[in-house]
């Protein structure tokens, strides 16, 4: 926000300063009271109350005061109309914040007022001409004689929108803040003697400086004359709040003509406690006290975690397909028996032998202790064959039968006999007598029988 400092002659603003203060009881003139002080905050929501706000008292026009929904109308209706508030109390050293909006129109001054009894002031003005605009600027000790300081700052549309307005009064500094920042800051270094310094009374409220009964200064600076015509023009206040930073004070008092803080005795015990002048002060009501911390309860530790062990997952075991099974070969050869030697019959190949149909019987002795050969019959061959100890061959058809059997008990010692057979005539032929073969076959070695046999029929 843009600041822009002007002078004003003290003899051009005069009449319009008359028209919002004065003082019927001027320390600077002998006349010394008592003033009520604060000692506090007040606040005051005329939202939520609509009602007149208690501790302040309408001291003009109080029939232009209603109380709507949107929080206390303050009207010009009229020529000579001025609605105005006044505290009861008194601060001493203090903070006033107020929500509203500024009365419209050319020649409407609306004011949030500081007024002290030997008339130091503190201001904030809207000309409601010039809604982009806020004044503030001050007083000292009536302001007749001397130039006196002020200043315009830019707002966002002063008469169509609620803002805050606040105004930090300390030993060491005023700041002026709207919607809770600073634009403006006058120091007691600065100033001198000229900066506003006794006890205080808030006053608010619009009043027709446009009037055209008022000096012409005074209605150039407010925008020009009032056209009634337009009526009515409402200056409106939603809340208040006013803080005393002389906290517990019960009274002020003048004790000389100086017109300074040093003359100002606080009776009721109350110390002037300001916030920094670089900061708005704290709201003093309010006992700040640390959040207590949080309430911790001690517990011990939890076991350390033990995973849960699950039992494995089924083991799925992929079984590898078999192996094919191993090549047969479209020919088996079967495994041979264990004493006999079969051939497959094979018509083509077969040699047919057919045993003659005249027995003979032939005795072969490897060692024979006897001259004379002994002829069997058929009925002790038969006896014979059916020992243990005799192994008989037989095959089909024109295979030979090979049947190696001992000696019968009137044969010598370690004599074998060997007979031949076929099985289609079931004759046994003695080793002497095989037919056309011309091989002898000898007892002790049935390895030669068998191959001799295959051999023949091969």
Request: hydrophobic share 30%.
């Amino acid at each position: 926000m843009q600041v822009k400092s002007f002078i004003l002659v003290a003899v051009g603003f005069l009449p319009a300063a008359l028209a919002q203060t004065s003082s019927l009881c001027n320390p600077l003139k002998g006349c010394f009271k008592d003033d009520p002080a604060l000692g506090t905050t007040y606040t005051y929501d005329y939202t939520r109350n609509r009602a007149a706000a208690p501790q302040f008292e309408i001291v003009s026009s109080a029939s232009r005061i209603s109380y709507e929904a949107d929080g206390m109308h303050m009207r010009v209706q009229m020529k000579g109309d001025s609605p105005t508030l006044q505290s009861q109390f008194y601060i001493f050293w203090g903070k006033t914040e107020i929500v509203m909006k500024a009365g419209p129109g050319a020649g409407i001054v609306s004011s949030l007022v500081f007024q002290s009894d030997d008339l130091d002031e503190i201001d904030v003005e809207f000309i409601g001409s010039q809604p982009g605009n806020v004044q503030t600027n001050i007083f000292s000790k009536g302001n007749q004689d001397v130039h006196i300081y002020g200043a315009n700052t830019a707002v966002a549309d002063a008469v169509g929108v609620f803002h805050k307005y606040t105004v930090d009064w300390t030993p060491d500094a005023i700041t002026w803040y709207i919607d809770g920042v600073s634009v403006r800051t006058l120091t007691r270094a600065a100033l001198g003697d000229v900066y506003p310094q006794t006890p205080m009374q808030i006053k608010f409220g619009p009043w027709a400086a446009g009037d055209p009964s008022n000096a012409p200064g005074t209605i150039e600076w407010a925008g020009g004359e009032i056209d009634y015509n337009n009526a009515p023009f409402d200056m409106v206040v939603q809340s208040l709040t006013v803080t005393d930073y002389s906290t517990g004070a019960t009274k002020y008092r003048y004790k000389d003509t100086s017109g300074s803080s040093g003359s100002i005795e606080i009776v009721g015990g109350g110390a002037v406690q300001p916030p920094s002048s670089s900061a708005p002060p704290p709201p003093p009501t309010t006992t700040s006290k640390p959040p207590p911390p949080p309430t911790t309860t001690s517990k011990p530790p939890p076991p350390p975690t033990t995973p849960t062990t699950l039992p494995p997952p089924p083991t799925t075991t992929t079984t590898p397909p078999p192996p094919p099974p191993p090549t047969t070969t479209s020919k088996s050869t079967p495994p041979p028996p264990p004493t006999t030697t079969s051939t497959t019959e094979e018509p083509e190949t077969t040699t047919s032998i057919k045993a003659p149909e005249t027995k003979l019987e032939t005795s072969t002795s490897a060692a024979t202790t006897s001259d004379k050969p002994k002829t069997t019959s058929t009925s002790e061959k038969e006896t014979t064959s059916t020992k243990p100890t005799s192994t008989s061959h037989f095959v089909s058809k024109s295979t030979f039968i090979v049947e190696t059997r001992p000696t019968t008990s009137g044969e010598a010692t370690g004599a074998a006999a060997t007979t031949i057979a076929t099985a289609s005539t079931n004759e046994r032929l003695e080793s002497t007598n095989v037919p056309n073969s011309g091989i002898s076959i000898r007892a002790a070695s049935p390895l030669i029988i068998a191959i001799t046999a295959l051999f023949i029929l091969f």
